[in-house]
């Protein structure tokens, strides 16, 4: 029987035999892909270790930040009621007046904080004020758990709440950024002299947004910032008629403040002093303090990106943007001052379009050529329009461009076309008189500008024009009317010197057909910038000016002729200033 069962066995161990093969190859090519997986997996657990390490660091930075706070609010906590008992000493130790028939208690109260003795406060929770939160509705409902915990956290807030009776907030060195910049370029001292209504509607939202994240209110009462600049400069030159001179003097101070009205109304005021060259007196008796830019401003970038202002300011004409201590040529012709109104549209993205339309009231105007006459009459009328747009763009992380144009129906009005800085018997400019201010005809003029930033790189181009010339009654050059233009080139970049914020710099400036408002052929600078000290910035400027050519004349509606080259036909300087930002 066994041997009848032989060819069934020997059958099936060959089954057997040709089965294993296929099975062991299939097994073979599951441990591969069971190996790969292995690896695969492997490597996602090294980059979730090392994402764990990451997360750790930061979790450690946080957790000192939070103890670092924690100190700061024990010690307002403890200062806060050394000052309520103090207070309350005080109040105990004063005499009581009685208060008189039919007044209340708080009659009393204020009685005695009349008579110098501090007021007690009724400890009880405040009234229900609405928090601002700028990722939903203007305002909140709820009040933030950390203010609840810690009313004493501002002195306008809580229950010691100084604007209730009758005070209000007063704020300085106010950063555009929690995490401010070394070297105080994010103070409002610091926004640009073009649109900064813009700036400071930007930093509003700024502060405000970081406020209610920390859980603070704004007062209801008007919230004022300050800030400021003082600037001193030492310098030597050589001039066109070879005349050699050095100084030291207050190249630049101001006072700037800036009020938060309500949600919607802020104001600005600018106090600068004037360093002007006196021709009679003591330079130091002769230090002049005006008013520079002061205007309100109607908006809210939490609510809407359209605004209005009113007010004296830059035109919204070019941006004369430079990292150079002295003024370019473009900005010197061009950059324009008035009392304007000012209609725009801002984008609130990282990139996007802004636009504004402006009128105002200039100093200059069109009237009859009365060559003897010193009697014409001012500018009664708004005549000043232009128009402005430019458009910033991200074209990848590192690189932002922001392109730009503009339009202004009269030049005149330019600060450097109004007041030329002349020596006598020269152009003085058409605000030398009521008479110099009628022109045959106003004079446009455009603007063109692109600025690169690559990393720790900025490339800056500008270009202005006059689209008319001047009528040859009332600015000439070479004995016909001079048509104006100037342009500006600049390479910037930034870099750490040891630890100091540092940056250098180089530009090339242009001028066509300007010599009777006293600028140069050409301009050439080199800048160096460092902050070595916080909230400081010290320069070093070297300044090389080309002058019209000698045979080059030019005459104003005053008078006086200007010669090309009087003594020379290139100027040196080197300037050293020092700024202090707060």
Not at 325 to 343: C, G, N
Not at 490 to 519: Q, T
């Amino acid at each position: 029987m066994l041997a009848s069962l032989k060819p069934v066995f020997a059958s099936l161990c060959l089954l057997g035999l040709c089965s294993f093969g296929p099975a062991y190859a299939a097994q073979r090519t599951q441990s591969q892909q069971l190996a790969e997986d292995v690896h695969s997996i492997a490597l996602q657990t090294q980059k979730i270790e090392q994402q764990m390490l990451l997360l750790q660091k930061e979790m450690g930075e946080l957790h000192a930040e939070q103890v670092r706070l924690k100190h700061r609010q024990d010690s307002l906590m403890k200062g806060q009621a050394r000052l309520s008992h103090e207070a309350v000493v005080e109040a105990h130790q004063a005499p009581q007046p009685v208060p008189a028939h039919g007044a209340s208690i708080g009659q009393a109260h204020y009685t005695r904080a009349t008579q110098g003795v501090p007021v007690q406060f009724d400890h009880k929770a405040p009234d229900k004020e609405k928090s601002f939160h700028h990722h939903s509705k203007y305002y909140k409902e709820e009040e933030s758990p950390y203010f609840k915990e810690h009313p004493e956290a501002l002195p306008y807030s809580g229950m010691h709440n100084l604007a209730k009776i009758g005070g209000t907030a007063i704020i300085t060195t106010p950063f555009i950024q929690s995490n401010y910049t070394y070297k105080g370029s994010d103070l409002i001292v610091n926004y640009s002299s073009i649109k900064k209504y813009i700036a400071s509607l930007k930093q509003r939202q700024a502060f405000v947004n970081h406020m209610a994240a920390e859980g603070f209110r704004i007062p209801k009462l008007p919230l004022l910032e300050v800030s400021g600049k003082l600037a001193v400069k030492a310098f030597g030159q050589s001039a066109f008629n070879n005349a050699r001179d050095t100084d030291i003097d207050i190249s630049g101070s101001e006072l700037d403040f800036q009020a938060l009205v309500n949600k919607w109304v802020t104001g600005f005021m600018s106090i600068g002093y004037d360093n002007g060259f006196s021709q009679t007196g003591r330079r130091v008796t002769n230090s002049n303090v005006a008013l520079d830019t002061a205007f309100v401003t109607l908006g809210n970038f939490n609510k809407s990106p359209l605004y209005a202002n009113a007010g004296q300011e830059y035109a919204p004409f070019g941006s004369f943007n430079s990292n150079m201590t002295s003024d370019t040529l473009a900005k010197i012709l061009f950059r324009t001052k008035s009392r304007l109104v000012v209609l725009g549209y801002h984008h609130l993205g990282a990139s996007g379009l802004d636009t504004s339309i402006y009128m105002g009231h200039g100093d200059s105007r069109r009237g009859d050529y009365k060559p003897l006459s010193l009697a014409r009459s001012r500018n009664t009328e708004v005549n000043l329009f232009g128009a402005d747009l430019s458009y910033h763009a991200i074209v990848w992380d590192s690189l932002h461009a922001t392109f730009g144009a503009s339009v202004i129906n009269n030049v005149a009005d330019a600060s450097g076309m109004q007041a030329t800085g002349a020596l006598p018997l020269h152009f003085k400019g058409f605000a030398y008189t009521t008479a110099t201010e009628v022109l045959q005809h106003l004079v446009p003029a455009v603007d063109v500008r692109a600025v690169f930033d690559y990393g720790a790189f900025r490339l800056i181009g500008e270009y202005d024009m006059t689209t008319r010339a001047f009528d040859a009654r009332d600015i000439t050059f070479n004995g016909k009317g001079a048509d104006i233009s100037a342009g500006h080139v600049e390479g910037d970049f930034a870099f750490k010197l040891f630890s100091w914020p540092s940056s250098f710099g180089v530009s090339l400036g242009d001028s066509r057909e300007a010599l009777a408002f006293n600028v140069p052929l050409q301009r050439f600078m080199a800048t160096f910038n460092t902050s070595i000290w916080e909230h400081t910035v010290c320069s070093l400027e070297y300044r090389y000016d080309v002058n019209y050519g000698k045979n080059d004349k030019a005459r104003g509606t005053n008078g006086g002729l200007i010669f090309g080259r009087p003594g020379g036909k290139y100027s040196n300087a080197v300037t050293g200033e020092f700024d202090v930002y707060f």
